[in-house]
């Protein structure tokens, strides 16, 4: 396929010389008397076109098939031509449509027989259509910006359709060295110029019509190379009717258009409820939807002859949709000899807009395909689903016609808009129910549904931290969470090892989009604040754990806490400046808030249950880690006692001291917080 | 002779190409496979007198080549070079290639006929036409190692100014959802199943999760499908939710990801490919324009879910989508002048319909310069209101005339009455103001 073939440009130069106010001298009865009113009436004289109307009249119909099939990329300039050309129109994309022509030809009006002919010529025309053809619209203009170095490969070539009343054979070729002749001055004009580009190749289609009746004085010819710039043809054409069915058979050869009879369409029902009626339509379309029938050879499913000409279409029959049908879209069924039934197209209307689809008839070549329930991730049964189809709807697409601008005063892409989001929408999305504890919680849904976003209103924070404090009281309140208990042996983690789960994964989350901006890390110095301690603290809370811990669940809380701290260190030099401010935040958010609960790190931590932490990581829990966490928990035993324990005085370690430490800072920091 | 012991090399062609129409018709890339011992046969049905009548040809007895499907021949010669070069066999099948429009390769075997040298060259026929597509589904952070078959062919889009055939990306991105009702049935250049497989740390495909007969193979597959796998849980949503993903394939080209249910048990992610450009679905309007809701005022979806933002009206609508006027047949033209006479018989009643239909043929006489047309539709009212039954409403009469006249007016061609743009308007009679209010 080429976009800049001969079917680029068309020039139509229609004769407006004196004779051209001719009748056709083919009648139009356009009085038809309705039955019970014709007696007595005479009815008026029958009317008939002139050569100039039929002439206009066709050409309206070829640009308007045209029109149709091609809304863009294909242009039409129309020239009138009699003591000199008028153009009609430009290039430009606003200018191509029936309306802009039809005004214009209405300004123009009939041709005036009392002019003088010898000051009338379709030359003038002629002469116009080969400038106008080096005149370079704005589809070359892109496409040679585009290239750049290789701007040459944007070609220029077009078609000449003229529509006159010729003299003679040697009048019609004195027309075509005026032509060519043109086009060789023309081009040298182009050669110089920036604007400008040279014909390539021209197909000069000279239409040579007369009144019904008479005799021809032109004999048709058929294309020839005059050039190698120019191509011509000659069409000898009765007017009327006939010329109207040459354009209509021009147009399909001009671009590659083939035709489909629709048949058994039925009429619609308000009208003949009840009734067989049905009615036929012939389709013009791009002649790919015949491929099929074309190498097939069955090409002569249905060649008809109509008002005289040869006219070749293919019979297809309407299926009417039944009540399950696909939108807006009918089926459509070709007629075998062997009476088997077979759809082959599809007719489907997309805001106003018919397109016709042609459908594989044929085998598929990818029969009996494997399910995807068999292969990769086939066996896995608990995919979040449901929260994926949310995602997607989340994550629809709509046009943006108006341009809009980034900050920075640059195009703002609407699709790189919408990857952008897909991108922060999954920064922690697991795949399935038992990889998430967040994620199965309702309660999480008012940080989890915002926290995602490119900036958050205030609004959003104040509901983020809510869902914290709410956590925080569920945690207090020792509500149970939705926690996997996949691949664990006996009842799973006890509940507090359940909230260090769900605190670190909804840390997880938070911490995935801190960088989006400064009211997301708020809501993460919310979390770091509310959920268990930052690791100084931790540590020293766990120096002083309680006593009646058992000796085994110290030593395994010492191991914990020394991969959780090399863990936490890394992390901590990630966000070191974060974390200075959290500090300070923890005290001032906790105490905020009304409703805001005890800060929970005033509750001792009970004890370390048997299940060891899991390891800290981004992402879900695997079940390696975890079944080695608990290997190595049961190895490292019996090692180093606890420190807490070692300092304890009758068996009891104070818990807490930090908190003092803390305490003045607390209340300095509750004024400025109270401003938020 | 039709006792199958002679080479002749254009039957075979003919009848793979009469199987390839018949099973999968002319639309669906075939490669041919031709094994040969490079001899070219004997006489009539030989290669050589194949190709010598080969101009000679009417369109019933048509070479096979090319072949009326998009193809690649490939030949496998059970020779070496130095054998087939010995005589002209090579230029003979050569020929063959070139008359496929190029689209094809020979393959000869390296050093002596052995079956080591015959497994070699059918290797690398493997390597060059049987290459699993592998690509990587993105959607944001989620991934998924796939297959993609049957392998998405190159396509060009502009012969002449951008002949590079293009190839889709590896890596495949989601841009975002739509909904089925919505892509509706959208023309595609080709459909694929999209395979999820496991790979090894090497890139190497381990499994595709398919059990499979070997034992080794069955307990990675099994493994495979015990983890999680993106494809699996974008197929379950796009099924459930009945959406398509938009998926990147290219600069300027675009596909979309579905569910296809082969069965009620069995279905399959599927990857069907648009024609390449900026905007492939006019209905959809620019792919690069197509955002996220987040960014609209408000959900283009509705609060409930109940509207669309597709499909986006044409800029230009179609002619059969207006009330465009065409007289070429004399039908079009009486239904046009039937519909003025029945609206002016019931005048006052039909004024607006009545002038919009005159309005109309007017301007569409005036642009086809078919000015007679306007004389005799004055003439034909004229005579209306010389029938207009004694019952009838007195302004019926005042507006056929008004319009007759209008008309002739117009008809005169004059640009004071010929202007297009202008209107014909009823005329305001003492009884025209009751009537309006009718209306």
């Not at chain 1, 005479?42 to 050409?59: F, G, H, N, Q, R």
């Not at chain 1, 000199?84 to 129109?89: D, E, F, I, Q």
């Not at chain 1, 090692?639 to 430490?661: C, D, I, T, W």
């Amino acid at each position: 396929m080429k976009i800049f073939s001969e079917s680029h440009k068309t020039v139509f130069v229609v004769d407006h010389c004196p004779y051209m106010a001719e009748s056709c001298r083919q009648h139009v009865e356009f009085d038809m008397l309705v039955k019970n009113r014709t007696q007595g009436i005479i009815p008026l004289a029958p009317i008939s076109k002139s050569l100039w109307t039929c002439s206009v009249e066709s050409s309206m119909e070829y640009c308007r098939i045209m029109y149709d099939i091609f809304p863009f990329k294909k242009l039409v300039n129309f020239i009138v031509s009699d003591s000199g050309a008028h153009v009609l129109n430009s290039w430009t994309q606003e200018d191509q449509n029936l309306q802009e022509l039809m005004a214009a030809l209405a300004a123009v009006g009939p041709p005036n027989p009392r002019a003088d002919p010898e000051c009338c010529s379709i030359l003038h025309g002629l002469v116009a259509a080969v400038e106008t053809l080096c005149k370079i619209t704005e589809y070359q203009h892109e496409a040679r910006t585009l290239l750049m170095e290789n701007a040459e490969r944007v070609g220029n070539r077009g078609r000449i359709i003229c529509i006159t009343n010729a003299k003679s054979d040697s009048h019609v070729r004195m027309l075509e060295d005026c032509v060519q002749e043109t086009i060789h001055e023309h081009n040298k004009l182009a050669a110089n110029s920036d604007h400008l580009m040279q014909i390539q190749k021209c197909e000069l289609v000279l239409i040579h019509t007369y009144p019904v009746g008479e005799d021809s004085l032109v004999s048709d010819r058929p294309k020839k190379e005059l050039s190698p710039v120019l191509t011509s043809e000659v069409h000898s054409v009765r007017a009327g009717r006939h010329l109207a069915t040459k354009l209509n058979i021009l147009v399909q050869q001009h671009f590659d258009l083939a035709s489909t009879t629709i048949t058994n369409i039925p009429m619609k029902e308000e009208q003949h409820a009840n009734t067989s009626a049905n009615y036929d339509v012939e389709l013009l379309h791009h002649k790919d939807a015949h491929v099929d029938f074309l190498k097939s050879g069955d090409n002569h499913l249905s060649g008809s002859s109509r008002e005289g000409s040869f006219k070749e279409t293919i019979t297809l029959k309407w299926c009417t949709p039944r009540t399950n049908n696909i939108g807006r879209s009918v089926l459509l069924e070709q007629p075998r000899k062997s009476g088997s039934k077979v759809i082959s197209h599809m007719l489907s209307s997309h805001g106003g807009e018919i397109f016709l689809h042609v459908l594989s008839s044929s085998r598929s070549i990818l029969e009996d395909p494997p399910s995807i329930s068999e292969g990769c991730g086939g066996r896995v049964t608990d995919y979040r689903i449901t929260d994926f189809g949310e995602f997607m709807r989340e994550n629809r697409l709509t046009p943006f016609l108006d341009p809009r601008y980034k900050i920075d005063g640059s195009l703002e892409i609407p699709l790189e808009r919408a990857k952008d989001q897909l991108e922060k929408h999954t920064r922690y999305w697991p795949m399935i129910i038992s990889q998430t504890t967040i994620f199965n919680m309702q309660a999480v849904v008012p940080l989890a549904s915002v926290i995602v976003k490119e900036s958050l209103t205030e609004e959003d924070v104040l509901n983020c931290q809510k869902t914290i404090y709410n956590l925080v009281d569920m945690e207090r309140k020792n509500d149970p969470l939705p926690i996997s208990t996949v691949g664990t042996r006996g009842k799973g983690p006890k509940r507090d090892e359940q909230y260090r789960i769900m605190w670190n994964e909804l840390e997880t989350l938070v911490r995935a989009h801190i960088n989006n901006s400064e009211k997301h890390q708020r809501v993460l110095e919310c979390l770091m604040a509310c959920r268990s301690k930052p690791p100084e603290e931790e540590e020293r809370k766990k120096r002083g754990r309680k006593r009646e811990d058992k000796e085994d669940k110290s030593e395994k809380a010492v191991k914990d806490y020394e991969q959780e701290k090399s863990w936490q260190d890394s992390e901590r030099l990630k966000g070191i400046l974060e974390r200075g401010k959290e500090e300070l935040a923890e005290a001032e958010i906790i105490k905020d808030s009304p409703d805001s609960p005890e800060p929970p790190n005033k509750k001792p931590l009970v004890e370390m249950d048997e299940t060891p932490p899991v390891e800290k990581s981004k992402g879900p829990v695997s079940l390696l880690s975890l079944w080695s966490n608990r290997i190595n928990t049961a190895n490292s035993r019996k090692h180093q006692e606890f420190a807490g324990r070692l300092n304890s005085v009758n068996n009891r370690a104070e818990l807490y001291q930090h908190l003092k430490e803390e305490n003045g800072m607390e209340t300095t920091e509750n004024g400025k917080a109270s401003r938020q | 002779m039709d006792d199958y012991d002679k080479t002749c090399l254009e039957s075979a062609l003919v009848g793979v190409c009469n199987i390839v129409q018949q099973e999968w018709g002319g639309a669906i890339p075939c490669q041919v496979v031709l094994v040969t011992d490079g001899c070219l046969g004997i006489g009539r049905g030989s290669l050589r007198h194949s190709l010598a009548t080969h101009n000679q040809r009417s369109e019933s007895n048509r070479f096979p080549l090319p072949f009326p499907f998009p193809s690649k021949l490939y030949i496998m010669c059970m020779a070496n070079l130095e054998e087939l070069q010995s005589t002209d066999s090579l230029d003979c099948l050569e020929r063959l290639i070139d008359l496929n429009n190029g689209e094809g390769q020979i393959f000869t075997i390296d050093g002596p006929l052995c079956l080591k040298n015959v497994q070699s060259m059918f290797g690398k026929l493997i390597d060059l036409a049987y290459t699993p597509f592998h690509a990587v589904l993105k959607c944001g952070h989620l991934t998924a190692d796939v297959q993609v078959f049957p392998r998405p062919e190159p396509f060009v889009i502009d012969e002449e100014i951008d002949p590079i055939p293009k190839v889709i990306n590896t890596d495949l991105e989601i841009v975002g959802f739509i909904d089925i009702a919505d892509i509706s049935s959208p023309p595609v250049l080709s459909r694929h199943l999209v395979l999820p497989i496991a790979l090894n740390k090497e890139g190497d495909e381990v499994g595709t999760g398919i059990t499979d007969d070997n034992e080794d193979e069955n307990s990675a597959n099994q493994i495979a499908g015990k983890i999680p796998n993106f494809c699996v849980l974008l197929h379950g949503s796009l099924k459930v939710e009945g959406m398509v993903a938009i998926v990147q394939l290219g600069p300027e080209w675009h596909g979309m990801l579905y569910s296809q249910a082969d069965s009620k048990k069995k279905s399959n992610l599927m990857m069907s490919l648009f024609e390449p450009g900026p905007e492939p679905l006019p209905w959809l309007g620019k792919m690069v324009q197509l955002g996220p809701i987040s960014d609209a005022k408000e959900n283009p979806y509705g609060e409930d879910d109940n509207k669309s933002p597709f499909p986006l009206q044409p800029k230009n609508k179609r002619s059969y989508a207006q009330n465009v006027t065409v007289w070429i047949k004399p039908s079009g033209l009486q239904t046009d002048v039937q519909k003025i006479l029945r609206n002016a018989r019931k005048l006052p009643e039909k004024t607006q319909t009545f002038y919009k239909e005159l309005n109309r043929l007017r301007k569409a006489a005036l642009a086809f310069g078919f000015l007679d047309l306007l004389k005799g539709v004055a003439d034909m009212l004229e005579r209306e209101c010389t029938l207009l039954p004694d019952t009838a409403h007195p302004d019926a009469a005042f507006q056929l005339t008004h319009a007759a006249q209008q008309l002739k007016l117009a008809s005169t061609g004059t640009s004071e009455y010929a202007g297009y743009d202008h209107n014909i308007t009823p005329l305001q009679t003492d009884f025209s103001g009751s009537s309006a209010e009718r209306i």
